[in-house]
């Protein structure tokens, strides 16, 4: 697809995925041709605000046109997997909203399907990347100037509470708070610390939404280690949270302690601490946050697809965070320690 001079692309649900509109267009050679939703009422709408692009509410018609060359999917969670299945046997690029897939089996199609047509680019909106603050966070620590990181704290607090008892994650047959909220955690110390989670021990609890029409775990937590960096056992250890139903703004608290200093971001401030003094300076980060909207990701995608650079995501990093994702429900389940499976 290197040098080819309009890239056609389509949308498959318009929650979120209006919001891809702009993403794609930031690009003058990418053109939104084809816009999608199963509501028709919603597709109506939002075909009115962005004109001029043919509509469906079938996503086979869209999945199967030869005239697109690349797809964003983000339907609801369990239309994932086999929206990206067809769009890889029909020769898409796919833009992917989180999650990837729902279980191990759709999991390893995917990654199978990848595999066997490795011309096709897979991609998906982890867009935490994006903020400010986390990437120069990333270069400080590539840079030492936290010192070598022993332990990380991620929690995903969504502070959307009605869209677990009263939208369309408590009608699907399951939603999982981890693969639908925590895998932004989950990918962001990945790319943080550039390493590799070898084993995770999860929990999970349905206290806030128990008598509500959603019927699985609103709360999970887990423990994540790290592999080391030689051949020892003493590797670096995350906990991430999947907090859906706190009473708080919807925000990603983050904590990087390292031997030498720590990024702290709570809900009201972020700070590096260089001290263990409580007298000592402390340097506060005072950006916007998150500095970052739900199309960001979409430009490098384009170019990567155009012009064949890297993206700022890879489907190995795509495969990655949903592998440590699956291996966390895994563990609620079984109970036990579980080995993340990597592909």
């Known amino acids: 697809m290197k040098n080819k001079i309009q890239l056609n692309a389509a949308i498959i649900g318009l929650g979120v995925g209006e ?118 966070l990333r270069k400080r620590i590539a840079q030492g100037d936290l010192g070598e990181i022993y332990y990380l704290e991620g929690d995903y607090d969504y502070g959307r509470l009605q869209k677990l008892t009263e939208g369309w994650r408590g009608k699907i047959p399951f939603y999982s708070v981890v693969y639908g909220g925590a895998i932004h955690l989950i990918d962001l110390v990945l790319w943080l610390t550039g390493s590799r989670v070898k084993e995770v021990f999860g929990i999970g609890s349905s206290m806030v939404t128990r008598g509500t029409a959603f019927r699985h775990n609103d709360l999970v937590s887990a423990l994540l280690k790290f592999m080391p960096e030689d051949s020892g056992d003493d590797g670096m250890i995350a906990k991430i949270t999947a907090n859906f139903g706190s009473v708080v703004p919807h925000h990603h608290k983050l904590c990087v302690y390292g031997k030498e200093g720590t990024f702290n971001q709570g809900h009201t401030d972020a700070a590096y601490f260089h001290s263990r003094d409580p007298s000592a300076d402390v340097e506060k980060i005072n950006d916007t946050y998150p500095g970052a909207s739900k199309g960001d990701m979409l430009p490098s995608f384009v170019k990567s697809l155009l012009d064949g650079t890297p993206a700022e995501i890879s489907e190995k990093e795509v495969l990655d965070a949903m592998a440590v994702s699956l291996a966390i429900e895994k563990s609620i389940k079984t109970k036990k320690l579980e080995q993340v499976d990597y592909v």
């Open 19 to 136: 919001r891809h509109i702009a993403g794609y267009e930031a690009d003058p050679r990418c053109k939104v041709t084809a816009l999608c939703d199963i509501d028709e009422k919603k597709l109506y709408e939002i075909s009115q605000r962005n004109p001029g692009r043919r509509t469906s509410t079938d996503p086979s018609e869209i999945l199967e046109d030869p005239e697109i060359d690349v797809v964003s999917i983000a339907s609801y969670d369990d239309a994932h997997h086999d929206q990206v299945i067809k769009a890889i046997d029909y020769g898409k690029h796919i833009f992917v909203e989180k999650p990837l897939c729902l279980n191990r089996d759709e999991f390893d199609g995917i990654a199978y399907k990848l595999k066997l047509n490795d011309n096709i680019r897979l991609s998906s909106n982890l867009i935490l990347r994006k903020t400010p603050r986390f990437i120069e």
